[in-house]
């Protein structure tokens, strides 16, 4: 497919479909990577280490139980004592295109959007048929070739040399709202390809990179050794003293992050949108909602990661402050240079990439040869060493993410959470925590997933977004996906989602938890996760 280049928001815009094309900035000029020393056998160790530390040091937290308010049920947004579920209609709707028509058609099925399935399969997509005890639902699998929609990408330049890359897809959409999805730590945009050629061909859908991650890297030494403004491909950008004047309130933190994607929804999207968060991009997606109501139609969360930074934050502990004079600045301290060199040598070695990803992808029938391309590729830039020393020594936020779900419920916020089952690292008793602070929020626990499963399972995760955001678009009207008993409410229920991927069919068991947790179904999904990461 031919490539087409536009001027976006200060940056250039490629289109493309089933290809993977990007960008190519003049600031991105070509490097090569220093030459590190071979990884010892410790090197898978010493990076899940550091991800835990990120990602899993949540013990601190203690989420209290809100009252529940309200299901979004078929109405006026009342209460469970006051509600009216409708029942789906029996007709059997046929597919053309993604949408439904008329049922004197049934013999016309048209799976033209990637579904590999019978007739008789395809007639009953999304509608319930008890295998067992658990009812077995055909969701629509991806769409492929042309089916897909276009993603277009560009660069918008926020601040003085620090541009953010983006994507996008849907664009023809315009009376369709905005779905902005925030990728985890050390991943990006291309984590949300899957969701940018499926959704987009119903919503506007964007996604970017966080500053300091990704294609969002700096595009000069924040602090060069020399100012002789010749490139040493031998050295890590960042390690020296001589400190540029763009760099100097430069902190990789989750307050940046808010400020970035507040600014973005504001300059290059121009309306209110939903956001869906995985893991860290689930904190700012909650952190941003509780900033800026106004900016936020809804929050998913997938595997949202309750707990971000170690050092006091200046503007909520100015007096603790004073004891890191150092949190996360540039230029680096030696102590902190070097051992940043000795961690990311480690860290970024494509053997302890490839351990991380068998760890957090449950099936590992999963093709992840992108995504491991990709985040191999973002450690190759001269920026990421000194990058990943900024993040991991930047404060707290100036909320924590408890107060930041309360707020969210108090402004009225809509929220869901979709979380894999298999997280080794965001385990699930982490989501049934949430759940029990947002009981009025659907809680999907998906089974088998783990910390990504927007791409491990984005047929299940795009067909539960497609059906909250229709629910809540309708104020209601459109019942939340498993919803369809009024019991299902406060009890729950359990569902097999079957769809084909690559030729075959897969099933993956979805469990949308009740307002009603008891403390049986909380020991169960803690012991069952650890006996899972212990027999991993």
Avoid at 35 to 48: E, F, K, R, Y
Wanted: with cysteine.
């Amino acid at each position: 497919m031919g490539k087409r280049d536009h001027e976006v928001a200060g940056g250039t815009v490629s289109l493309r479909g089933g290809s993977h094309l990007r960008p190519s900035p003049s600031h991105l000029a070509p490097y090569k990577r220093a030459q590190l020393p071979a990884p010892s056998p410790t090197s898978v160790l010493a990076t899940s280490v550091a991800m835990e530390v990120v990602s899993s040091s949540h013990s601190c937290l203690a989420f209290n139980r809100t009252p529940s308010s309200a299901w979004r049920f078929p109405g006026n947004g009342l209460g469970p004592g006051h509600a009216k579920l409708t029942r789906p209609r029996s007709a059997i709707l046929c597919v053309r295109s993604g949408t439904a028509s008329n049922p004197a058609d049934s013999g016309k099925v048209h799976a033209s959007h990637g579904f590999y399935v019978s007739d008789v399969d395809a007639a009953l997509q999304g509608i319930p048929k008890k295998v067992g005890e658990i009812e077995k639902m055909i969701i629509p699998s991806l769409p492929e070739g042309p089916e897909s929609s276009l993603i277009s990408t560009g660069f918008w330049e926020w601040k003085p040399k620090l541009s953010v890359y983006y994507e996008k897809s849907g664009i023809d959409n315009s009376k369709a709202p905005s779905v902005l999805f925030l990728p985890g730590f050390g991943v990006g945009t291309f984590h949300f390809e899957k969701q940018l050629k499926d959704l987009g061909r119903d919503y506007k859908v964007w996604t970017m990179d966080f500053l300091g991650q990704g294609m969002s890297l700096p595009c000069e030494d924040p602090a060069p050794k020399s100012t002789s403004g010749e490139l040493d491909e031998d050295t890590y950008w960042g390690f020296g003293q001589e400190l540029q004047p763009w760099a100097e309130e430069l902190v990789y933190s989750i307050d940046l992050w808010r400020d970035q994607v507040q600014h973005f929804i504001e300059e290059v999207i121009g309306e209110p949108v939903y956001i869906v968060g995985n893991s860290l991009g689930g904190f700012v997606s909650l952190y941003l909602a509780a900033s800026c109501p106004h900016l936020v139609k809804g929050v998913t969360l997938l595997n949202a990661t309750p707990f971000w930074g170690f050092l006091p934050n200046p503007a909520t502990s100015p007096r603790l402050s004073k004891i890191f004079p150092w949190a996360g600045t540039f230029p680096l301290p030696s102590f902190v240079r070097k051992l940043t060199e000795t961690v990311w040598q480690k860290i970024s070695d494509p053997r302890s990439i490839q351990g991380i990803l068998k760890q957090v992808y449950a099936d590992h029938s999963t093709n992840v040869d992108m995504v491991f391309s990709r985040i191999i590729e973002t450690t190759q830039h001269p920026a990421a060493a000194a990058s990943f020393a900024s993040i991991m020594c930047a404060p707290k936020g100036q909320i924590s993410f408890e107060e930041a779900l309360s707020r969210c419920q108090r402004q009225g916020i809509p929220i869901s959470l979709m979380y894999g089952r298999e997280d080794p690292w965001v385990r699930p008793i982490w989501g049934i925590k949430v759940k029990q602070q947002v009981p009025e929020s659907p809680y999907y626990e998906i089974s088998p997933a783990g910390h990504c499963p927007h791409d491990e399972v984005p047929e299940v995760i795009n067909y539960l977004l497609r059906g909250w955001l229709k629910n809540v678009e309708s104020e209601g009207s459109v019942g939340v996906p498993f919803l369809e008993e009024p019991r299902y409410a406060e009890n729950g229920v359990s569902r097999e989602l079957e769809f084909v991927r690559g030729g075959s069919k897969k099933s993956v068991h979805v469990r949308l938890f009740g307002s009603k947790i008891s403390l049986w179904s909380q020991l169960r999904s803690l012991l069952k996760s650890n006996t899972w990461v212990i027999s991993r």
